[in-house]
């Protein structure tokens, strides 16, 4: 009987309070001002676009919030003016704007259009705009109080203009079916001009029940929702019908709209009101009392966001699950652990305080005045057969399954998790190691060392023990405690958490995210793979193919199908849960158990969104210090001097601080975590690149977003320079190598050519006839029985060759030892021919002799042919003179003899074919070779010439540069 009253009684109160559930929730309204990054706490006009941003028309600017940070639109942007008075999202997500100084704009892709860069908008700036809306084509119309206008956005060209508006008070209007209803107002009356489909025009003669404030018509079901100072009205097209009044003392309404069901009511002196429309003048419930509101829209999240006059923002939270915290009845917000058994939930909180809930109804099992916060309870576990062992800082307690204290005098040590093994036995981890419990008593098998400060346990299916430590993992085989391995493969880190239901084993790790093994295998997930957080406070496994993961950032729900991850969707305070920090995570009966710092919240399974419903954004691009507006364009493209890159993107979660996974493809290798808002690149190389960001923890394949650019080359980049440089190095290097060879062959035939000419020159300077005459000489001495001159013959001849081979050992020697040889072939010459001939050797005392350097050998071959062609032809007595003279910076050597010179047809011509000559000639060319000065040679008449005897002059001029040279 009492349980029957008590389940009516329950059910009475779940009606009531599903009946007045549909007020809004005030336990928890944010306030956003000034303060928090508001340009301004005078708010106009409040919306939420298609991809969740929050927009609010201020007196400062256009504002945008993403639950982290306010983005606000000035001059500076594009706007044409700063004060925005009404707002209006369209079907294609831009952003209509209506300025106080009468100039509409809208907001496409991050990118401000205004009569500057849209033709329409400037013909249609008059102050003043009291309205913008959207028609079933996607149209925009505009109404003031002297018209309603309607343009095309496809081809921003004018649909409609009201004929009568620029004659007429525009009251308000409404476009059904096809039919634009204006009413008009003249002095003599009002009217509604009805223009059809078809532009027919006609006009009704009505009555309007008061002052319309021109601020708000809202179409409703074929009728329009209209507003004066106190009341609201429905018109049908032909009659209005007052569903609402307020005391005229108390409220001056600005502003109705209608959804949900219901009209919402902004007032200038008492906030809001919300109004059912089943029942307008039955019911209706205020909030915000004192503010002068202005607007209000519905977020994605079911939140409701109201804008005022001075006040800023209100954000009031609707929660979408049951939430027990210590507005039920809990003394400490906190829940730091859950046991779920069937429709029974057990729950510690921070403390030492232990609940339990079942059927709506909450109860104190035990409670405590610790309030330390090194004191906690660290598990609760079912154990079969005996009950509830709550593990605490402070010992291990037991409960009876019928919630109450069982007698049981376990022991005092701090337990930091419980687990029932296979076999029945209890397995405690104690901060000393862990102890095993028989089922008749206590039977301590063994203990990890304490160094390894054990955490969690678990056991497999084939019964093996595995253990978290404060420094990785370990598992044990036939409970030898001696013999416990190192998991090979873990990081050697805080191990948060051990599961083994359906899969293998779990491992949650306090900075390295999730590990798993299946058939042997483990598999790692971080964030990297689309988990929220790194750090991991506990694991559910639902089944063998969906396990759920609770951090300090949210829930992952990860999906496993065949051993490979299918899917990991996000749930967090985007998506209804109450607080993004999640102890730990329990599912029974289609029931998703949170243990949070703000609670416990029960929320129905199918009732929980399936992964956020934010995206990131990408909404700012600023390359070399400059901001681009405008990056809606497919690919951006950048000069060669435009290599600094600044990519700004956002999100929306209202509720906590996003992470972000960024990458840039074509430089980064991998994702890259950050908490901040935008990626910075410095001296990029020329190339094409792809940035992409998303929101950590969210599926790639939906949720990334992405900007492609190129970065052009410089000229001395370019594939075309290089293929050009290349050729160029290829051609010069194939040119330098055939002028290399060349210059090889000719130091070749050089050195070949030098080395012909010495041996000539030795030849020519102890030529065969002269030493055969010689010898000729001295034997005709001999049988002449002149012994002395025989003997200074022969004397003077072997000096000569001497001579002669010690100057062929090097190619230069000194004018004193050229003159020294000179004058001992000239005395054996003269012993030959018996005086035939005078000779003179003269030096310019300015020469130093012994300094003055000159190529061997080089005089004796024009000596020899002025004596043998030019003074033994003579008949009489010839002189042959060299002279060695000083000028400046060269030496002039002379062979000058009185001879027959150079006769018609047999001197000149026998002097140049002479052998000796010749072979001087291809010396000298020789010598000349590499020299900035040249030896010079010449070939004249005598200077003593006379008819009979002209004679011959030979000239060699040679440059003093060999002095350095040598």
Same mark, same amino acid.
Request: proline residues 2%; negative net charge.
């Given at each position: 009987?009492?349980?029957?009253?008590?389940?009516?009684?329950?059910?009475?109160?779940?009606?009531?309070? /599903?009946?007045?559930?549909?007020? #809004?929730?005030?336990?928890?309204?944010?306030?956003?001002?000034?303060?928090?990054?508001?340009?301004?706490?005078?708010?106009?006009?409040?919306?939420?676009?298609?991809?969740?941003?929050?927009?609010?028309?201020?007196?400062?600017?256009?504002?945008?919030?993403?639950?982290? @940070?306010?983005?606000?639109?000035?001059?500076?942007?594009?706007?044409?003016d700063?004060?925005?008075?009404?707002?209006?999202?369209?079907?294609?997500?831009?952003?209509?704007?209506?300025?106080?100084?009468g100039?509409?704009?809208?907001?496409?892709?991050?990118?401000?259009?205004?009569?500057?860069?849209?033709?329409?908008?400037?013909?249609?700036?008059?102050?003043?705009?009291?309205?913008?809306?959207?028609?079933?084509?996607?149209?925009?119309?505009?109404?003031?109080?002297?018209?309603?206008?309607?343009?095309?956005?496809?081809?921003?060209?004018? +649909?409609?203009?009201?004929?009568?508006?620029?004659?007429?008070?525009?009251?308000?209007?409404?476009?059904?079916?096809?039919? @634009?209803?204006?009413? *008009?107002?003249?002095?003599?009356?009002?009217?509604?001009?009805?223009?059809?489909?078809? =532009?027919?025009?006609?006009?009704?003669?009505?009555?309007?029940?008061?002052?319309?404030?021109?601020?708000?018509?809202? =179409?409703?079901?074929?009728?329009?929702?209209c507003?004066?100072?106190?009341?609201?009205?429905?018109?049908?097209?032909?009659?209005?019908?007052?569903? *609402?009044?307020?005391? /005229?003392?108390?409220?001056?309404?600005?502003r109705?709209?209608?959804?949900?069901?219901?009209?919402?009511?902004?007032?200038l002196?008492?906030?809001?009101?919300? !109004?059912?429309t089943?029942?307008?003048?039955?019911?209706?419930?205020?909030?915000?009392?004192?503010?002068?509101?202005?607007?209000?829209?519905?977020?994605?999240g079911?939140?409701?966001?109201?804008?005022?006059?001075?006040?800023?923002?209100?954000?009031?939270?609707?929660?979408?699950?049951?939430? +027990?915290?210590?507005?039920?009845?809990?003394?400490?917000?906190?829940?730091?652990?859950? $046991?779920?058994?069937?429709?029974?939930?057990?729950?510690?909180?921070?403390?030492?305080?232990?609940?339990?809930?079942?059927?709506?109804?909450?109860?104190?099992?035990?409670?405590?005045?610790?309030?330390?916060?090194?004191?906690?309870?660290?598990?609760?576990?079912? !154990?079969?057969?005996?009950?509830?062992?709550?593990?605490?800082?402070?010992?291990?307690?037991?409960i009876?399954?019928?919630?109450?204290?069982?007698?049981?005098?376990?022991?005092?040590?701090?337990?930091?998790? !419980?687990?029932?093994?296979?076999?029945?036995?209890?397995?405690?981890?104690?901060?000393?190691?862990v102890?095993?419990?028989?089922?008749?008593?206590?039977?301590?098998?063994?203990?990890?060392?304490?160094?390894?400060?054990?955490?969690?346990?678990?056991?497999?299916?084939?019964?093996?023990?595995?253990?978290?430590?404060?420094?990785?993992v370990?598992?044990?085989?036939?409970?030898?405690?001696?013999?416990?391995?190192?998991?090979?493969?873990?990081?050697?880190?805080?191990?948060?958490?051990?599961?083994?239901?359906?899969?293998? %084993?779990?491992?949650?790790?306090?900075?390295?995210?999730?590990?798993?093994?299946?058939?042997?295998?483990?598999?790692? %997930?971080?964030?990297?793979?689309?988990?929220?957080?790194?750090?991991?406070?506990?694991?559910?496994?639902?089944?063998?193919?969906? %396990?759920?993961?609770?951090?300090?950032?949210?829930?992952?729900?990860?999906? +496993?199908?065949?051993?490979?991850?299918? /899917?990991?969707?996000?749930?967090?305070?985007?998506?209804?849960?109450?607080?993004?920090?999640?102890?730990?995570?329990?599912?029974?009966?289609?029931?998703?158990?949170?243990?949070?710092?703000?609670?416990l919240?029960? +929320?129905?399974?199918?009732?929980?969104?399936? =992964?956020?419903?934010?995206?990131?954004?990408?909404?700012?691009?600023?390359?070399?210090?400059?901001?681009?507006?405008?990056?809606?364009?497919?690919?951006?493209n950048?000069?060669?001097?435009?290599?600094?890159?600044?990519?700004?993107?956002s999100?929306?979660?209202?509720?906590?601080?996003?992470?972000?996974?960024?990458?840039l493809?074509?430089?980064?290798?991998?994702?890259?975590?950050?908490?901040?808002?935008?990626?910075?690149?410095?001296?990029?190389?020329?190339?094409? @690149?792809?940035?992409?960001?998303?929101?950590?923890?969210?599926?790639?394949?939906?949720?990334?977003?992405?900007?492609?650019?190129?970065?052009?080359?410089?000229?001395?980049?370019?594939?075309?320079?290089?293929?050009?440089?290349?050729?160029?190095?290829?051609?010069?290097?194939?040119?330098?190598?055939?002028?290399?060879?060349?210059?090889?062959?000719?130091?070749?035939?050089?050195?070949?050519?030098?080395?012909?000419?010495?041996?000539?020159?030795?030849?020519?300077?102890?030529?065969?006839?002269?030493?055969?005459?010689?010898?000729?000489?001295?034997?005709?001495? !001999?049988?002449?029985?002149?012994?002395?001159?025989?003997?200074?013959?022969?004397?003077?001849?072997?000096?000569?060759?001497?001579?002669?081979?010690?100057?062929?050992?090097?190619p230069?020697?000194?004018?004193?030892?050229?003159?020294?040889?000179?004058?001992?072939?000239l005395?054996?010459?003269?012993?030959?021919?018996?005086?035939?001939?005078?000779?003179?050797?003269?030096?310019?005392?300015?020469?130093?002799?012994?300094?003055?350097?000159?190529? /061997? $050998?080089?005089l004796?071959?024009?000596?020899?042919?002025?004596?043998? *062609? =030019? #003074?033994?032809?003579?008949?009489?007595?010839?002189k #042959?003179k060299?002279?060695?003279?000083n000028?400046?910076?060269?030496?002039? $050597?002379?062979?000058?003899?009185?001879?027959?010179?150079?006769?018609?047809?047999?001197?000149?011509?026998?002097? *140049?074919?002479?052998?000796?000559?010749?072979?001087?000639?291809?010396?000298?060319?020789?010598?000349?070779?590499?020299?900035?000065?040249?030896?010079?040679?010449?070939?004249?008449?005598?200077?003593?010439?006379?008819?009979?005897?002209?004679?011959?002059?030979?000239?060699?001029?040679?440059?003093?540069?060999l002095?350095?040279?040598?």
């Amino acid at each position: 009987m009492f349980k029957f009253l008590n389940v009516f009684i329950i059910l009475f109160f779940a009606q009531l309070v /599903s009946t007045v559930y549909a007020q #809004l929730d005030t336990t928890s309204i944010t306030r956003y001002s000034i303060e928090n990054g508001l340009p301004s706490n005078t708010v106009y006009d409040i919306v939420e676009d298609k991809d969740g941003f929050i927009w609010m028309g201020t007196d400062a600017g256009l504002c945008r919030y993403d639950g982290q @940070y306010f983005k606000t639109y000035t001059s500076e942007d594009g706007a044409p003016d700063i004060e925005i008075l009404d707002l209006f999202v369209d079907s294609k997500n831009r952003i209509w704007c209506n300025s106080f100084n009468g100039k509409i704009f809208f907001i496409e892709d991050n990118k401000v259009f205004d009569q500057n860069n849209t033709s329409f908008l400037k013909n249609w700036s008059y102050p003043f705009w009291s309205q913008i809306m959207e028609d079933d084509s996607g149209n925009i119309i505009l109404k003031n109080s002297k018209g309603v206008v309607e343009i095309s956005t496809e081809s921003f060209q004018l +649909i409609f203009e009201d004929p009568a508006g620029t004659k007429d008070y525009v009251v308000f209007f409404n476009k059904i079916n096809g039919e @634009y209803q204006i009413v *008009h107002k003249k002095e003599i009356g009002d009217y509604l001009s009805i223009i059809d489909s078809s =532009g027919q025009t006609k006009f009704d003669t009505i009555v309007l029940p008061g002052i319309f404030k021109n601020v708000a018509t809202i =179409g409703l079901e074929n009728q329009t929702l209209c507003v004066s100072s106190t009341d609201l009205y429905l018109f049908d097209g032909s009659s209005f019908d007052r569903v *609402h009044s307020f005391n /005229s003392g108390e409220n001056r309404i600005l502003r109705a709209l209608f959804f949900d069901d219901y009209f919402w009511v902004l007032t200038l002196n008492n906030g809001l009101y919300q !109004i059912p429309t089943s029942n307008p003048f039955a019911n209706q419930y205020s909030y915000l009392e004192d503010v002068a509101t202005t607007s209000i829209c519905k977020d994605q999240g079911n939140n409701y966001w109201i804008s005022s006059l001075g006040d800023g923002v209100y954000k009031i939270e609707q929660s979408i699950s049951k939430i +027990i915290n210590s507005g039920n009845g809990l003394v400490y917000d906190a829940v730091k652990t859950l $046991c779920v058994d069937e429709d029974i939930v057990l729950m510690g909180d921070k403390y030492l305080n232990l609940y339990s809930y079942e059927d709506g109804i909450l109860e104190t099992i035990k409670s405590s005045d610790v309030k330390m916060s090194s004191q906690h309870i660290n598990c609760i576990e079912k !154990i079969e057969g005996k009950g509830y062992y709550i593990g605490t800082d402070i010992g291990t307690e037991s409960i009876n399954f019928d919630l109450q204290d069982d007698g049981q005098d376990l022991q005092k040590l701090m337990t930091k998790d !419980i687990k029932q093994l296979n076999d029945g036995s209890i397995a405690f981890v104690r901060l000393e190691g862990v102890d095993i419990i028989g089922i008749n008593g206590v039977n301590d098998i063994g203990r990890i060392n304490t160094s390894k400060r054990p955490l969690t346990i678990e056991e497999t299916d084939e019964g093996r023990i595995w253990v978290g430590t404060f420094e990785g993992v370990y598992y044990y085989d036939d409970k030898k405690w001696d013999q416990g391995n190192l998991l090979k493969g873990i990081p050697q880190d805080r191990i948060m958490d051990l599961k083994g239901k359906n899969l293998d %084993l779990c491992i949650c790790t306090a900075n390295d995210g999730l590990y798993f093994m299946q058939e042997g295998d483990i598999k790692h %997930l971080s964030i990297t793979d689309g988990l929220i957080s790194n750090h991991c406070n506990s694991v559910f496994i639902e089944n063998e193919n969906k %396990l759920w993961y609770a951090s300090n950032s949210g829930l992952n729900n990860i999906i +496993i199908d065949e051993g490979k991850i299918k /899917s990991i969707d996000l749930f967090d305070s985007r998506s209804g849960l109450i607080s993004n920090q999640i102890y730990q995570v329990e599912i029974t009966n289609g029931k998703i158990y949170l243990a949070t710092p703000k609670g416990l919240q029960i +929320i129905e399974q199918k009732e929980l969104e399936k =992964g956020t419903k934010s995206s990131s954004y990408i909404d700012a691009v600023i390359v070399n210090n400059e901001n681009i507006y405008d990056i809606s364009e497919t690919k951006l493209n950048l000069s060669s001097d435009q290599k600094n890159i600044e990519i700004g993107f956002s999100t929306i979660n209202f509720n906590s601080t996003p992470s972000y996974l960024f990458k840039l493809e074509g430089f980064d290798d991998h994702w890259i975590p950050t908490n901040d808002r935008s990626a910075k690149y410095y001296n990029l190389p020329y190339g094409d @690149y792809t940035f992409k960001v998303k929101i950590s923890g969210d599926d790639e394949s939906q949720r990334v977003s992405q900007l492609d650019f190129n970065v052009k080359a410089k000229f001395w980049e370019t594939w075309l320079f290089k293929f050009v440089l290349l050729a160029i190095s290829l051609l010069g290097s194939l040119l330098f190598f055939r002028y290399r060879t060349n210059v090889q062959k000719k130091e070749l035939e050089l050195s070949r050519l030098k080395t012909e000419a010495e041996i000539k020159a030795l030849r020519a300077q102890i030529n065969p006839h002269f030493l055969f005459n010689a010898m000729n000489s001295i034997q005709d001495i !001999i049988f002449e029985k002149d012994v002395v001159k025989a003997n200074k013959y022969i004397s003077e001849l072997s000096k000569l060759m001497r001579m002669t081979l010690e100057q062929s050992k090097t190619p230069w020697i000194t004018l004193a030892d050229e003159i020294k040889t000179l004058e001992l072939y000239l005395s054996i010459e003269s012993l030959r021919f018996d005086s035939k001939f005078d000779m003179e050797v003269e030096v310019d005392p300015n020469i130093d002799v012994d300094n003055t350097m000159m190529p /061997s $050998c080089i005089l004796q071959p024009l000596v020899e042919n002025s004596i043998w *062609h =030019g #003074l033994l032809d003579k008949k009489t007595k010839g002189k #042959l003179k060299v002279s060695f003279l000083n000028e400046g910076n060269r030496t002039l $050597c002379v062979v000058d003899d009185d001879g027959v010179g150079f006769k018609k047809n047999i001197g000149k011509e026998k002097l *140049h074919n002479s052998t000796g000559l010749k072979n001087l000639r291809e010396r000298i060319d020789l010598i000349n070779e590499g020299m900035r000065s040249k030896i010079n040679i010449s070939i004249e008449e005598s200077i003593v010439s006379t008819t009979e005897y002209p004679g011959a002059r030979v000239e060699i001029s040679i440059p003093n540069e060999l002095n350095n040279r040598i």
